[in-house]
């Protein structure tokens, strides 16, 4: 033995991120019970607390708050690939965008697509990847959109961990 724990295969690295590639972020079912409880906590605004409110507003109904988005899509990004790698965390967010009003009874789905990849000039045991996420309705129209960067270690580093 040498003392030296080896990553899962299936942990992703920065080796195995390729420019192109699509990565399905799976399926979520938005509540309306979740919308009012992440509003009441951090958006309290009444288009996110109130059935009428909501239909009233531009929103056209009980609508999920941005930020409630941006966490759902990172629950659906971590479940799928995100807990099974050696991300290191992100620098930043280039940008977010809500591009139609998430409603209660919505089916969530999506996809991050790698955009570009690089290895850190300061730190080369680090990839920085960068990935243009978006989210679906089920009626197919663009719901989400961002794009940022992220850190994962590179395959030598992962397996030279102890």
Same mark, same amino acid.
């Given at each position: 033995m040498t003392g030296k724990t080896s990553v899962p295969a299936k942990t992703w690295t920065y080796d195995d991120f390729i420019e192109g590639t699509k990565l399905d972020l799976g399926t979520k079912l938005v509540s309306a019970q979740e919308i009012i409880e992440f509003a009441g906590e951090f958006d309290p605004q009444p288009m996110h607390l109130d059935e009428e409110a909501g239909k009233a507003s531009i929103l056209g109904g009980l609508a999920a708050s941005g930020w409630h988005t941006c966490a759902m899509f990172m629950r659906m990004?971590?479940? *799928?690939? +995100? /807990?099974?790698?050696?991300? @290191?965390?992100?620098p930043g967010i280039e940008y977010v965008k809500w591009k139609k009003p998430v409603l209660a009874g919505d089916t969530l789905t999506g996809h991050s697509t790698i955009v570009a990849k690089r290895l850190s000039?300061?730190?080369?045991? /680090?990839? +920085?990847?960068?990935?243009? *996420? !978006? /989210? =679906? &309705? @089920?009626?197919?129209e663009s719901?989400? !959109? /961002? !794009? &940022?960067?992220?850190? =994962? +270690?590179?395959?030598d580093a992962a397996e030279n961990l102890s």
């Open positions: 990004w971590c479940d *799928a690939f +995100l /807990l099974d790698s050696t991300s @290191q965390g992100s000039k300061s730190r080369p045991q /680090l990839g +920085l990847i960068t990935m243009r *996420a !978006e /989210l =679906f &309705n @089920q009626r197919g719901v989400f !959109e /961002l !794009e &940022n960067t992220g850190m =994962f +270690l590179t395959r």
